[in-house]
């Protein structure tokens, strides 16, 4: 269960993966200082180094030296973008936290309204929208696609999950955890917890100026795969026998009915009709509803077994509070 006593030092935190992009993070962290101090707010920028292969980190110790606003944190190895923006979130300490991806194809300069979305017209989660992008078709179509059927599956209406390019107000990123490829869907997390005033703004996408995508087109099979995943723990997780044992039950049912239909064909034959009654084996009837008997009877196990698991859960009781009174200090919201 989560406390809703969450200390927020600062008005802003930018949070940028990156994977091989020591040219960039230069010229990145600049112009995202130049826009921060321009808006009068404490900031912090936050790089997270997902065991990038070149000097990345050198230049991230490098630029952490030279200004105490800029933080580094450096995986071991390759572990995910999703690991990457999870740990920058649990070390992020502003009021609204942006998140960027560190190949400047992301303009700080949209920034300052994006802060706004969350501080003055209080979205939980605003979205870019990359309108018009510097992608070939090859990226361009299966994107499209894949916004589409996360649009149906989900029923939140943004044109561009994927863009790395988001504003959250800071109780948002405290109450989700990003997993395995779940970047792509932290706005389906967002809603699952509570925060679900998600907006969207069209941004610009600059075209990348040094390095190549770090990305193939393997990530549009993982991402439905993915999609397909947190569709079902949304809404099954904490009751999977609902799931199960419906499907079970309906199954179970029809194999019953198939069941009682050949037995009382077979007696009709015999007893009313007084003609030899085909043998039950020679029927597909029969194999149907014997398939769909030991289906329905697995499912309901699933289910059963699965409601046990999610029982014993340590986080069955894992929920979104908002605030609490009456129970002296320090217990209200932030």
Same mark, same amino acid.
């Given at each position: 269960?989560?406390?809703?006593?969450?200390?927020?030092?600062?008005?802003?935190?930018?949070?940028?993966?990156?994977?091989?992009?020591?040219?960039?993070?230069?010229?990145?962290?600049?112009?995202?200082? !130049?826009?921060?101090?321009?808006?009068?707010?404490?900031?912090?920028?936050?790089?997270?180094?997902?065991?990038?292969?070149?000097?990345?980190?050198?230049?991230?110790?490098?630029?952490? !030296?030279?200004?105490?606003?800029?933080?580094?944190?450096?995986?071991? !190895?390759? &572990?995910?973008?999703?690991?990457?923006?999870?740990?920058?979130?649990?070390?992020?300490?502003?009021?609204?936290?942006?998140?960027?991806?560190?190949?400047?194809?992301?303009?700080?300069?949209?920034?300052?309204?994006?802060?706004?979305?969350?501080?003055?017209?209080?979205?939980?989660?605003?979205?870019?929208?990359? %309108?018009?992008?510097?992608?070939?078709?090859?990226?361009?179509?299966?994107? %499209?696609?894949?916004?589409?059927?996360?649009?149906?599956?989900?029923?939140?209406? @943004?044109?561009?999950?994927?863009?790395?390019? +988001?504003?959250?107000? =800071? %109780?948002?990123?405290?109450?989700?955890?990003?997993?395995?490829?779940?970047?792509? &869907?932290?706005?389906?997390?967002?809603?699952?917890?509570?925060?679900?005033?998600?907006?969207? +703004?069209?941004?610009?996408?600059?075209?990348?100026?040094? =390095?190549?995508?770090?990305?193939?087109?393997?990530?549009?099979?993982? =991402?439905?795969?993915?999609?397909?995943?947190?569709?079902?723990?949304?809404?099954?997780?904490?009751?999977?026998?609902?799931?199960?044992?419906?499907?079970?039950?309906?199954?179970?049912?029809?194999?019953?009915?198939?069941?009682?239909?050949?037995?009382?064909?077979? @007696?009709?034959?015999?007893?009313?009709?007084?003609?030899?009654?085909?043998?039950?084996?020679?029927?597909?009837?029969?194999?149907?509803?014997?398939?769909?008997?030991?289906?329905?009877?697995?499912?309901?196990?699933?289910?059963?077994?699965?409601?046990?698991?999610? !029982?014993?859960?340590?986080?069955?009781?894992?929920?979104?509070?908002?605030?609490?009174?009456?129970?002296?200090?320090?217990?209200?919201?932030?």
């Amino acid at each position: 269960m989560n406390s809703p006593e969450i200390i927020f030092d600062l008005d802003l935190s930018v949070v940028i993966p990156l994977y091989n992009e020591e040219e960039s993070l230069g010229e990145l962290c600049d112009w995202i200082m !130049r826009v921060a101090t321009a808006m009068g707010v404490s900031y912090e920028i936050i790089l997270v180094n997902d065991g990038s292969s070149d000097a990345s980190w050198n230049k991230v110790l490098e630029l952490a !030296r030279a200004n105490s606003a800029i933080k580094g944190v450096s995986f071991q !190895r390759n &572990y995910g973008k999703s690991a990457a923006l999870n740990e920058g979130f649990n070390a992020a300490k502003g009021k609204v936290v942006i998140t960027m991806d560190a190949d400047l194809q992301d303009s700080p300069d949209e920034i300052p309204e994006l802060y706004k979305m969350i501080t003055e017209q209080r979205f939980d989660l605003v979205s870019g929208w990359k %309108k018009k992008r510097h992608d070939p078709i090859s990226k361009t179509v299966p994107t %499209k696609l894949f916004n589409w059927a996360t649009r149906k599956m989900s029923g939140i209406h @943004l044109h561009d999950f994927n863009c790395g390019l +988001k504003a959250y107000n =800071g %109780k948002v990123i405290k109450n989700i955890e990003v997993y395995g490829e779940m970047h792509r &869907y932290i706005p389906v997390l967002a809603k699952r917890s509570g925060f679900a005033r998600i907006g969207e +703004k069209e941004v610009a996408h600059q075209a990348r100026k040094y =390095g190549t995508t770090k990305y193939g087109m393997n990530r549009f099979v993982n =991402g439905f795969l993915d999609l397909l995943t947190i569709s079902f723990v949304s809404k099954f997780s904490k009751r999977p026998m609902h799931f199960f044992g419906a499907w079970g039950t309906v199954m179970f049912i029809f194999g019953s009915i198939a069941t009682a239909w050949l037995i009382c064909s077979k @007696l009709y034959f015999l007893y009313i009709k007084g003609v030899p009654a085909p043998l039950v084996a020679d029927q597909a009837l029969f194999y149907v509803a014997l398939v769909a008997m030991i289906m329905g009877t697995q499912l309901f196990l699933t289910g059963f077994l699965a409601e046990l698991t999610s !029982r014993n859960s340590t986080d069955r009781n894992h929920y979104t509070l908002d605030a609490k009174v009456g129970f002296g200090e320090g217990n209200s919201s932030n």
